[in-house]
């Protein structure tokens, strides 16, 4: 962890033990049915290279990719378990087919594609994918010291690291067995139960009194939590009703990130999640992730003045909500013009 702390800001502290735990659990790949797929992911100059980096310099077997066919790639996994910088998950038990001359002539052969993998990206990622991997969010951090620190990929730091790993894997692995046998994943179930299990199994090896494994099971609720809102999609159709609502028939007008929430909690049961406080944390990206879907909103949103009180939020223009209402077959009703918030621009990213 301290590691990390000295070259990124993460936005949610619980991620730096989150990725140290990835990048041991690594080690232990092959005892795993499934293995997550880690992605950084957020605005340029925000760290996730180093990040990146520093994930394949203290993984098993890292290798950083820049650029390969899925033959040598397919390879290089089959013979030496590395951790890839690169694309795409896989499950254990898939394979990759080539062929191979030998004696008898030309034979098929399969390679196994299994390994862990980390990317890095300036937006989230969908659909399936996004269900085989943890996600995090990276933001541009204010320390200068911290932001300004570069990654020294050839610094003897990070051999000392990894044979400290090593060593510390081989003494462990009877203690990882152990724990997977004995991990119960509780809430978390299904898809999201395979990706977190590694980290969780670990977690509990690596700290005995369960504090650590407590943290990381929380972080797994909330996560499972926000994809299943987000695939179930019942909430987007309400968020552009409530946000026409707040707007009360103003061409533009900045809303506030917590009078949206304040607006949502009274509009649908559904939202009542938000006034979770183990929800304080994520609800802003939530909120954010929702905006950018839709296309109404890019970028991180702004810091302006609303009665004298910074207050984060977005700038929203009422025609380009009705676009977007157009192409969602949502009927919004005409609200009377009303003024909502009185504010001067300030202009801070979130």
């Given at each position: 962890?301290?590691?990390?702390?000295?070259?990124?800001?993460?936005?949610?502290?619980?991620?730096?033990?989150?990725?140290?735990?990835?990048?041991?659990?690594?080690?232990?790949?092959?005892?795993?049915?499934?293995?997550?797929?880690?992605?950084?992911?957020?605005?340029?100059?925000?760290?996730?290279?180093?990040?990146?980096?520093?994930?394949?310099?203290?993984?098993?077997?890292?290798?950083?990719?820049?650029?390969?066919?899925?033959?040598?790639?397919?390879?290089?996994?089959h013979f030496n378990g590395a951790t890839c910088g690169i694309d795409d998950g896989e499950?254990?038990?898939?394979?990759?087919?080539?062929?191979?001359?030998?004696?008898?002539?030309?034979?098929?052969?399969?390679?196994?594609?299994?390994?862990?993998?980390?990317?890095?990206?300036?937006?989230?990622?969908?659909?399936?994918?996004?269900?085989?991997?943890?996600?995090?969010?990276?933001?541009?951090?204010?320390?200068?010291?911290?932001?300004?620190?570069?990654v020294n990929v050839g610094s003897t730091d990070w051999s000392d690291y990894r044979s400290?790993?090593?060593?510390?894997?081989?003494?462990?692995?009877?203690?990882?067995?152990?724990?997977?046998?004995?991990?119960?994943?509780?809430?978390?179930?299904?898809?999201?139960?395979?990706?977190?299990?590694?980290?969780?199994?670990?977690?509990?090896?690596?700290?005995?009194?369960?504090?650590?494994?407590?943290?990381?099971?929380?972080?797994?609720?909330?996560?499972?939590?926000?994809?299943?809102?987000?695939?179930?999609?019942?909430?987007?159709?309400?968020?552009?009703?409530?946000?026409?609502?707040?707007?009360?028939?103003?061409?533009?007008?900045?809303?506030?990130?917590?009078?949206?929430?304040?607006?949502?909690?009274?509009?649908?049961?559904?939202?009542?999640?938000?006034?979770?406080?183990?929800?304080?944390?994520?609800?802003?990206?939530?909120?954010?992730?929702?905006?950018?879907?839709?296309?109404?909103?890019?970028?991180?949103?702004?810091?302006?003045?609303?009665?004298?009180?910074?207050?984060?939020?977005?700038?929203?223009?009422?025609?380009?909500?009705?676009?977007?209402?157009?192409?969602?077959?949502?009927?919004?009703?005409?609200?009377?013009?009303?003024?909502?918030?009185?504010?001067?621009?300030?202009?801070?990213?979130?």
């Amino acid at each position: 962890e301290m590691v990390l702390k000295a070259y990124v800001d993460l936005p949610d502290p619980r991620f730096y033990a989150c990725i140290t735990l990835w990048i041991i659990a690594t080690y232990f790949c092959r005892i795993f049915h499934a293995f997550p797929y880690l992605h950084l992911y957020g605005e340029f100059h925000s760290g996730k290279t180093k990040v990146l980096q520093i994930a394949v310099l203290l993984s098993f077997n890292g290798e950083m990719l820049t650029s390969t066919t899925a033959a040598a790639l397919v390879r290089l996994i089959h013979f030496n378990g590395a951790t890839c910088g690169i694309d795409d998950g896989e499950k254990e038990g898939a394979a990759g087919p080539r062929c191979e001359e030998s004696d008898s002539g030309v034979k098929g052969v399969r390679d196994d594609p299994y390994s862990a993998r980390v990317s890095a990206g300036t937006k989230p990622l969908e659909g399936a994918l996004s269900s085989r991997c943890i996600q995090v969010l990276m933001l541009r951090s204010k320390n200068h010291q911290v932001a300004n620190r570069e990654v020294n990929v050839g610094s003897t730091d990070w051999s000392d690291y990894r044979s400290l790993l090593y060593a510390a894997a081989l003494s462990s692995c009877k203690d990882v067995h152990t724990a997977l046998s004995e991990t119960e994943m509780g809430e978390v179930i299904g898809r999201d139960a395979e990706i977190w299990r590694p980290l969780l199994v670990v977690a509990k090896v690596v700290d005995p009194s369960g504090e650590l494994f407590q943290e990381m099971l929380t972080l797994a609720k909330e996560t499972q939590a926000l994809r299943q809102q987000e695939e179930e999609d019942t909430a987007t159709p309400k968020v552009i009703v409530c946000l026409h609502n707040l707007l009360k028939g103003k061409e533009c007008d900045f809303l506030p990130a917590e009078t949206i929430f304040e607006a949502l909690l009274a509009c649908d049961e559904e939202f009542g999640w938000l006034n979770d406080p183990k929800f304080k944390h994520s609800r802003g990206r939530w909120l954010n992730r929702t905006l950018k879907k839709i296309n109404l909103w890019r970028g991180p949103a702004r810091l302006k003045s609303v009665y004298g009180e910074k207050k984060k939020g977005y700038d929203l223009e009422a025609s380009k909500l009705h676009e977007i209402a157009d192409r969602y077959s949502i009927p919004l009703a005409t609200t009377p013009s009303e003024a909502v918030t009185t504010v001067t621009d300030s202009s801070f990213p979130f």
